[in-house]
């Protein structure tokens, strides 16, 4: 096994029969997600069956969190952008301590329960987003990453890396074939987010039958156009490639990683292994018993989970507030060296705004003439700006039309490779990924803005559907002047 420095080696007793326990907490894994579809009759049972094997690698040997403060500031990020596998990030979530209880998970796709049938920032701790719609999780992530990198440049010092962390994601076919992907994979592979790793479970099969029937792209070659670090993983069940895989992506600081794991769907299922039944509807009574007889599972009542696994993925509420406690060691050094840069950070993160910036937004009244909404709110802009370190944001490819470049000595702050703390992020005319990314810079302290035309509103719909969920969100800056439509609508 492979030695990580930000995850603790497994226990003498875990090293002697390492492999014996890996298996058990991946079929733990798979077996809670099989319990609770057929529970609900309703869910998406394949995707946990194929996955929980990449999943388990990198939640156990990766990823620093702390389920006891889901809110630490400098925990890596998940995004399950695939939200109808939603169960395998619940089992996580339960697993390895979060508050979520068994019996939330005994009640998935159930009214009132913390498990709904897809992931919902704010409702479940530990869920960094709300996914569903495909490829909507994917940009999200690639936003998260963008904020991961404009905080780090403004507040890391020599020897303070104050905001070190990374994002990682689990994408489907799905999630690939969907536009918005392609749009925010080749801005992330511009810009170089080195900290952005994707979990690619390449099972070939959609709802409907085999992916081969509408998607035959070369995805590896697609993606190393788009500047990505790119591998394939031959056997999603062989945690020791994947766990190479990982380590590899994450030793590649210039370029964001897709790791392609061949898996299959609904695997262990005796009947529905390799086919679309398994995707989104429940196996039966008896396929599931017949399922846990191939993994080689005791025959338990429903939701059980050995002992031997519980402690295991338990280890992580250790290790967590350990992790936890040496960040809080390094900033109380920081604060100490760096007071006013301290401050500021809490206050980012707390989302606060600075005192009197009300009083710098400029008032308009009818006896000023005639003036283009666009033009009004670009004056607002550059008014807020030298007062708002933190509002990024940009439009796809319109700025000089819609305003939303920032103006004077703010003009050079540009969101470009090699990154350098910019506000203005240009996003060529990757109008879907500018919208649905830029949630997550509000989410982690940045103040976001976007700027386009009504007519886009079209691209947006799936987009705004998941801002009605989510908490400190962007607003959208809708240009030219036309009836209906005004700057600053939107959520």
Request: charged letters at 15%.
């Amino acid at each position: 096994m492979m030695n990580h420095p930000v995850i603790a080696p497994l226990s003498e007793t875990a090293n002697s029969s390492g492999q014996v326990l890996d298996q058990l907490c991946v079929n733990a894994l798979r077996v809670l997600a099989m319990d609770a579809v057929q529970q609900a009759n309703s869910g998406h049972p394949r995707l946990p069956l194929g996955a929980a094997p990449m999943a388990y690698v990198l939640w156990t040997r990766y990823l620093r969190h702390n389920p006891a403060n889901p809110s630490w500031p400098n925990r890596d990020r998940f995004v399950l952008s695939a939200g109808h596998g939603s169960m395998l990030l619940y089992g996580l979530l339960y697993l390895t301590g979060y508050d979520l209880s068994l019996d939330e998970l005994t009640r998935f796709r159930q009214w009132g329960s913390r498990a709904p049938g897809h992931p919902e920032r704010g409702l479940t701790p530990g869920v960094e987003t709300t996914t569903g719609p495909l490829g909507q999780g994917f940009a999200n992530g690639v936003g998260l990453a963008m904020a991961e990198r404009f905080l780090a440049a403004h507040f890391n010092r020599p020897g303070y890396p104050l905001v070190d962390h990374y994002t990682y994601g689990l994408v489907s076919d799905g999630d690939l074939m969907e536009g918005v992907s392609a749009e925010a994979a080749s801005l992330a592979g511009h810009l170089g987010l080195g900290k952005l790793i994707y979990l690619y479970d390449q099972n070939g099969i959609s709802l409907a039958g085999s992916t081969a029937l509408t998607f035959s792209e070369n995805v590896m070659a697609h993606f190393a156009a788009y500047g990505w670090q790119v591998e394939q993983v031959e056997d999603g069940n062989d945690v020791e490639a994947l766990d190479a895989a990982l380590e590899r992506a994450r030793a590649d600081e210039t370029h964001p990683s897709l790791i392609c794991v061949r898996t299959h769907i609904g695997y262990g299922s005796p009947h529905k292994q390799g086919t679309f039944e398994a995707h989104g509807a429940p196996l039966g009574e008896d396929e599931v018993r017949l399922t846990k007889q191939q993994l080689g599972w005791p025959e338990t009542s429903p939701f059980s989970v050995p002992d031997e696994a519980l402690a295991f993925f338990r280890q992580a509420l250790a290790q967590g507030a350990a992790q936890e406690a040496t960040w809080q060691q390094r900033l109380e050094a920081y604060r100490a060296d760096y007071p006013a840069l301290a401050d500021a950070y809490e206050r980012v993160l707390a989302g606060d705004l600075p005192g009197g910036w009300e009083s710098v937004i400029p008032r308009f009244a009818p006896g000023d003439g005639p003036m283009a909404t666009r033009k009004a709110s670009g004056k607002v802009l550059a008014a807020l700006a030298p007062h708002l370190w933190n509002l990024v944001g940009g439009s796809a490819d319109l700025n000089p039309s819609t305003n939303t470049a920032l103006a004077g000595r703010l003009s050079a702050t540009t969101y470009l490779p090699p990154f350098s703390g910019g506000r203005t992020c240009y996003t060529g005319r990757s109008r879907g990924s500018m919208g649905v990314g830029r949630p997550e810079c509000a989410f982690r302290g940045a103040r976001a803005r976007n700027g386009g035309y009504p007519e886009w509103a079209g691209l947006a719909w799936g987009l705004d559907r998941l801002w009605s969920y989510l908490p400190r969100l962007l607003r959208l800056h809708a240009s030219p002047d036309a009836p209906g439509s005004a700057h600053g609508s939107g959520r």
